[in-house]
């Protein structure tokens, strides 16, 4: 039953040595166009937002570098790291459910979905930290900056561990069908732009001179 619907799929290719398994058809574009759309249409916005920072830095450089110094570069790695590994198990998650290792690809976008309560609970932990040391959004433009930023960013991060959640409750399902494959690829390519969007923030906030 399982090979009859994934054989179904008129975008799959048969993978060597594995009957029940499939890949996506070279040259066709992951997941849904609509999440396309959306995350072109968020990366521009957040070009925008970035080179205001960008701008606003040229102009109170010092200011924006001191402020800099006393972020904690300790949280913003851990956040990197946690948000890397994630988009690493996400991917193996899906590429296991593709070939039909149904229980391993669910442990996998499981541990993605760790990894981003994770993040939660750190970025917590830094807000915490940087409002008890007077570091609010009224404190400086690089601050008000900051939390405007990352508490953005913090949203599309919730947003993306409901859309784990609806992959997770996918890969249990004993048959996938064709819009299942494709919901499971639209939700790794927006947590995908959570992660390339935490990695511009962590490059402009905490490294940038």
């Known amino acids: 039953m399982m090979m009859n619907a ?11 040595g ?3 398994g499939r890949l996506r058809k070279p040259g ?3 997941g849904e166009i609509g999440i396309w759309v959306f995350i072109f249409g968020d990366l521009l916005i957040f070009a925008l937002f970035f080179g205001v920072f960008v701008y606003e830095r040229s102009r109170s450089a010092e200011l924006f570098e001191q402020a800099r110094e006393s972020m904690s570069l300790t949280f913003g790695a851990a956040n990197t790291l946690l948000l890397l590994t994630g988009s690493m198990f996400v991917v193996r998650g ?4 593709r ?3 149904s229980r391993s690809g669910s442990r996998m976008i499981l541990v993605t979905l760790l990894c981003g309560a994770a993040f939660v609970v750190d970025k917590c932990l830094e807000y915490s ?4 040391a007077g570091h609010t959004p009224s404190a400086n433009s690089f601050y008000m900056y900051y939390f405007v ?11 993306g561990m409901v859309a784990l959640v609806m992959m997770y409750r996918i890969s249990g399902k004993p048959v996938l069908e064709d819009g299942d494959l494709r919901n499971l690829e639209a939700g790794a390519c927006y947590w995908h732009l959570i ?3 935490w990695i511009v923030l962590f490059a402009l906030l905490y490294l940038m001179r």
């Open 6 to 16: 994934w054989a179904a799929d008129p975008f799959a290719a048969k993978l060597p």
């Open 18 to 20: 594995a009957p029940g």
């Open 28 to 30: 066709r574009v992951p």
């Open 94 to 97: 899906v590429t296991s459910l």
């Open 99 to 101: 070939h039909g290792a």
């Open 129 to 132: 930290s940087a409002i008890e």
């Open 149 to 159: 930023f990352t508490g953005i960013h913090l949203l599309h991060l919730l947003i």
């Open 195 to 197: 992660d390339l969007l």
